[in-house]
């Protein structure tokens, strides 16, 4: 399938003039597809945020 000129609904103009048609074909792709997910579990399910880790740094 060809893809448009015109950038998809969302996208930046600019970012899409500058992008190759293999990258065009690609995000074309992902947007088809929608978004990815993996696991078990509903497709689209969000994790809760992780709360009360430890971080240790060294400065």
């Known amino acids: 399938a060809a893809l448009?000129?015109?950038p998809p609904p969302g996208?930046?103009?600019s970012?899409?003039?500058v992008l190759t048609t293999e990258e065009r074909a690609f995000f074309a792709r992902a947007?088809?597809?929608g978004p990815l997910?993996?696991?078990p579990g509903r497709p689209g399910e969000s994790a809760a945020p992780i709360r009360?880790?430890?971080v240790d740094m060294r400065v």
């Open 31 to 33: 947007r088809a597809i």
């Open 37 to 39: 997910t993996y696991g």
């Open 15 to 17: 970012l899409w003039e």
């Open 52 to 54: 009360g880790g430890r």
């Open 11 to 13: 996208v930046d103009p």
């Open 4 to 6: 448009p000129a015109e």
